[in-house]
Nanobody, 117 residues
Framework: QVQLVESGGGLVQPGGSLRLSCAASGSIFSIYDMGWHRQAPGKQRELVAAITKGGSTNYADSVKGRFTISRDRSRNTVYLQMNSLESEDTAVYYC???????????WGKGTLVTVSS
């Protein structure tokens, strides 16, 4: 069982920055692909950014050039650096760990990001 705990959400003005953290319960990055997803009110959950166990990254078109996903193996933590935030980025952000070939999927409880003046 993998536990994921997100932190770092909050209220930020448009154009501002936040860094989200996802602490995992153990050294899982060598076998799990990690991702950040978000769900805005009234919308479906969507993938924002992902990093594979091999270190490859991919991003939703809407956040390319503004968001960066990274990981610190020594801290068992995945980060999402979010810059130039827009009101459309307002959502609950969830951390995800998965092993697609085995059908294994874990989620954190989420952290709320609100972008508003």
């Amino acid at each position: 069982q993998v536990q994921l705990v997100e932190s770092g959400g909050g209220l930020v003005q448009p154009g501002g920055s936040l860094r989200l953290s996802c602490a995992a319960s153990g050294s899982i990055f060598s076998i799990y692909d990690m991702g950040w997803h978000r769900q805005a009110p009234g919308k479906q959950r969507e993938l924002v950014a992902a990093i594979t166990k091999g270190g490859s990254t991919n991003y939703a078109d809407s956040v390319k050039g503004r968001f960066t996903i990274s990981r610190d193996r020594s801290r068992n933590t995945v980060y999402l650096q979010m810059n130039s935030l827009e009101s459309e980025d307002t959502a609950v952000y969830y951390c995800n760990a998965q092993r697609p070939m085995y059908g294994v999927n874990y989620w954190g409880k989420g952290t709320l990001v609100t972008v508003s003046s």
